[in-house]
Every structure is written in structure tokens, then in C-alpha cells.
């Protein structure tokens, strides 16, 4: 079974640092990449995804990552961060060659950002 | 568009209760999901459709029921419910297309529930 692995579970970072969250996936056939955002108090909200072409995917609020299929992996990035940016961060991946359609999640990375 | 909507927010249940977490969505999408995020574990796929009339379990299915008797509800039911079932529940949908399209999954707000 396909399996999406977040090793940082809790970053803390000051305003301004560079933050880079790992995400790895084990499926090694067509996959579709996804990062989510969840504010505290809110439902998940989408920043970027990725399914084909360039692997350096930009989305919103200046945020972006790599894919990687050699390492299997889809890290996210952002060159400065703010307070806002505290959040939980998951990425999520599917299979693009099956008609299953709901997404594999990562355990989650909470990110604190200390003003 | 409302999107999609769930109902109730918040819930407290007794141990061996029973109830149906309510999700709709009005986007005409085929495709419907119900994730429980807990603590470190992150969204976890319980049960899902592909369309009206077709469901189909996830990763972890005991202890709930769905049906999909329209495009737009897809209600998730808990029999008998457990502490163990104490999450927080996500309902998202997205519409069909092409394997790998890049249709986005929209999520609900999210329900709430305790069960002591």
C-alpha cells in the first residue's frame, strides 16, 4: 500500500528563517504530490500540487517544492517565513494510473514560527 | 457555492451511541471522501465513493457506515460509536476526470466529536 512519511513533526523556526519540510512517498508509479495547509481552528486548505511537468511547483503565499522522483520525494519551501505561517502542514499523494481517487496522507508537521 | 458543509460542528456521544455525521457538497462532484485527523497521525482515508450508489472502504473502515444515495450527501454513520472514535472528521470531494487530472479535493469544515 502507498504510504506518505513526514519526519519533522515539530519545527520551530523565528521569523525570516528558511524553512524546508521533508515529505517522502513510497509509490513508484504515476503519482499525483500535494501540500496542505491547516490554520489553527480551520479545515485544510490547499498550497500547492503537483502532477505533471516542471518539478518545481510554486503555490500560494510564496511557498513551493521540489519533486524529486529519484528520492521519491516532495519537499516543501519557503525563503522567509512569517508568524502567519504557523500552521500544520500535511503532504498527501494519490495514485495517478488508478481510478482511486482519495488522497494518502503524512502524518503532519506542525510549524511554529516565534516572531 | 457553499462547498462543502458538514453538520454538526461539535458533538459529545455516550459510549454505545449512535449517530450520522452529516457532509454535502454542491459542486456536482462524483467523487467523496471521510478522513479522522488525530494527533500525530495525520488524515486517515475511512471510507469513500466514486459516485451515487458506490462506496468503497479505506484505511480504517470499522466502526462506520456510509452510503451515497445522491451526488451530494454522503453521510458517515457511527453504529455503536467508542473513546476510540473520539477525532476530529473531514469530509472532502472532488470532481472525476482523467486518472491524474489535476482536479483539487475540497475539504469541509470539520465535526468535532468526543465520545466519552
Known amino acids: 500500500a502507498q504510504s506518505v512519511s513526514q519526519h519533522n513533526h515539530h519545527v520551530i523556526l523565528s521569523e525570516a528563517a528558511s524553512l524546508e519540510l521533508g515529505c517522502n512517498y513510497s509509490?513508484?508509479?504515476?503519482?499525483?504530490l500535494f501540500w496542505y495547509v491547516q490554520y489553527p481552528g480551520q479545515h485544510l486548505q490547499l498550497l500547492l500540487k503537483y502532477f505533471s511537468g516542471d518539478p518545481l511547483v510554486k503555490g500560494i503565499k510564496g511557498f513551493e517544492a521540489e519533486f524529486i522522483k529519484s528520492k521519491f520525494s516532495f519537499n516543501l519551501r519557503k525563503p522567509s517565513v512569517q508568524w502567519s505561517d504557523t500552521a500544520e502542514y500535511f503532504c498527501?499523494?494519490?495514485?495517478?494510473?488508478?481510478?482511486?481517487?482519495?488522497?494518502?496522507f503524512g502524518s503532519g508537521t506542525r510549524l511554529q514560527v516565534q516572531p | 457555492n457553499a462547498g462543502v458543509t458538514q453538520t454538526p460542528k461539535f458533538q459529545v456521544l455516550k459510549t454505545g451511541q449512535s449517530m450520522t455525521l452529516q457532509c454535502a457538497q454542491d459542486?456536482?462532484?462524483?467523487?467523496m471522501s471521510w478522513y479522522r485527523q488525530d494527533p500525530g497521525m495525520g488524515l486517515r482515508l475511512i471510507h469513500y465513493?466514486?459516485?451515487?450508489?458506490?462506496?468503497d472502504q479505506g484505511e480504517v473502515p470499522n466502526g462506520y457506515n456510509v452510503s451515497r444515495s445522491t451526488t451530494e450527501d454522503f453521510p458517515l454513520r457511527l453504529l455503536s460509536a467508542a473513546p476510540s472514535q473520539t477525532s476530529v472528521y473531514f469530509c472532502a470531494s472532488r470532481r472525476a476526470g482523467i486518472p491524474g487530472s489535476p482536479d483539487t479535493q475540497y475539504f469541509g469544515p470539520g465535526t468535532r466529536l468526543t465520545v466519552l
Open positions: 465513493s466514486v459516485g451515487a450508489g458506490i462506496t
Open positions: 459542486m456536482n462532484h462524483e467523487y
Open positions: 498527501a499523494a494519490r495514485r495517478g494510473d488508478t481510478g482511486r481517487r482519495a488522497l494518502t
Open positions: 509509490y513508484g508509479g504515476t503519482v499525483n
